[in-house]
Antibody, heavy 121, light 112 residues
């Protein structure tokens, strides 16, 4: 059974760096084809893909946010960490992590429950 | 402005059929697989369709997907009140030199 859960601050101040952790179970990020992505959703708005890290450490980022994002994995802890620098109120959103596999071509079959992050002074 | 274009809303009566379109370009839908997600209010998205037309285990065959050229379509038959949700399409985009995932702007389904 695959599960994912996001953790991190619920409130950050403008200009601060956000660090979100995705802790998962039921799969290994050292298995060929496996990936974990971060996706966010501002209140009342659409999904926005942020980043994806694969089992082989290949990393992909949203072109519009690439300069602010870093995604890393800790295979031994079954965790993926996303950092986003220079947070702004427009970054207020629910942040999700999700499981992906290359065999299903970047679809996301399992999602965490999401964490609402508010950016405010 | 989303890279993939979806109608903001669709509606139909219980028992009826509805389709939701997703329009893109050759750099995304035209050369990549499409997935569809269902998101009831206050919940995380759920995968409905992957690889254009495949259903994950547990998804009823009332849900179907298709792709033609640079557009994709999600079909839902035998509408139920429980189908009321936001629906999103997603795919890989090969533009800007580096591949990345893109989503549509979402479509709100109302079952009248």
């Amino acid at each position: 059974q695959i599960t994912l859960k996001e953790s991190g601050p619920t409130l950050v101040k403008p200009t601060q760096t956000l660090t979100m952790t995705c802790t998962f179970s039921g799969f290994s990020l050292s298995t060929s084809g496996v990936g974990v992505a971060w996706i966010r959703q501002p209140p009342g708005k659409a999904l926005e893909w942020l980043a994806l890290i694969y089992w082989d450490d290949d990393r992909r980022y949203s072109p519009s946010l690439k300069s602010r994002l870093t995604i890393t994995k800790d295979t031994s802890k079954n965790q993926v960490v996303l950092t986003m620098t220079n947070m702004d109120p427009v970054d207020t959103a629910t942040y999700y992590c999700a499981h992906s596999h290359s065999s299903s071509h970047q679809s996301f079959g399992y999602w965490g429950q999401g964490t609402l992050v508010t950016v405010s002074s | 402005q989303s890279v993939l274009t979806q109608p903001p809303s669709v509606s139909a009566a219980p028992g009826q059929k509805v389709t939701i379109s997703c329009s893109g370009s050759s750099s995304n839908i035209g050369n990549n697989y499409v997935s569809w997600y269902q998101q009831p209010p206050g919940t995380a998205p759920k995968l409905l369709i992957y690889d254009n037309n495949k259903r994950p285990s547990g998804i009823p065959d009332r849900f179907s997907g298709s792709k033609s050229g640079t557009s994709a379509t999600l079909g839902i038959t035998g509408l139920q009140t429980g189908d009321e949700a936001d629906y999103y399409c997603g795919t890989w985009d090969s533009s800007l030199s580096v591949g990345h995932v893109v989503f549509g702007g979402g479509t709100k389904l109302t079952v009248l």
